[in-house]
């Protein structure tokens, strides 16, 4: 679990969610995550499974936030959840050991505590202030990202308020992939501006 980590945007996306996913995969992103707040599951399950059909030979990992029916539904490989979503180890019986979940935490106890308790990875959020995600809380900083990877093993995603100008920093605080949604999605050519952050990676 390394490099550019991508979130799909329907609202901020400026070619399309599909076709952002084919040129997030055409990137060689390691993980994508189907994200809509807005869907009701059945569109959400239609979705999910052309976001599968696009990953389907490819390394690209396929991770659905919050639902983990949906995940299911559509043999993705995996969940992300957040501090308010169905609880870890419910999400975990569902899935089983051989399916990917992470967790979003904002401090380092909240790292530590779901370490222990098994998650694959971990996202730290938000790293910056965002306007992607109303909900993200209060920036948790540099100094956050940097205690827990002090703190912890698991690879850590970092999300919240990432563009080309603090990607740097983000990476040498001990991030093993980062997210930056609005940097990338609002732009007309996807895979371009994920190879930026690639190489910062060296990939």
Known sequence: MRGYYFITDG????GGMASDVEKAVAAGVGMIQYRNKTAGGRVMHEEAALIKRICAGTRTRLIIN?????ALAVDADGVHIGQEDMPYEAVRGLLGDGRIIG???????????????????????PIFATGTKPDAGRACGIETLRAVRRAC????????????SNADEVIKAGADMLCAISAVVTKPDVSAEIMKFQRKYGL
């Open 11 to 14: 609202g901020l996306s400026a």
């Open 66 to 70: 919050d639902r983990a029916d949906i």
């Open 103 to 125: 967790v979003t935490v904002h401090s380092v106890e909240e790292a530590v505590e779901f370490e222990r308790r098994g998650a694959d990875y971990l996202g730290v959020s």
């Open 153 to 164: 093993n698991k690879p850590l995603a970092a999300i919240g308020g990432i563009d080309l």
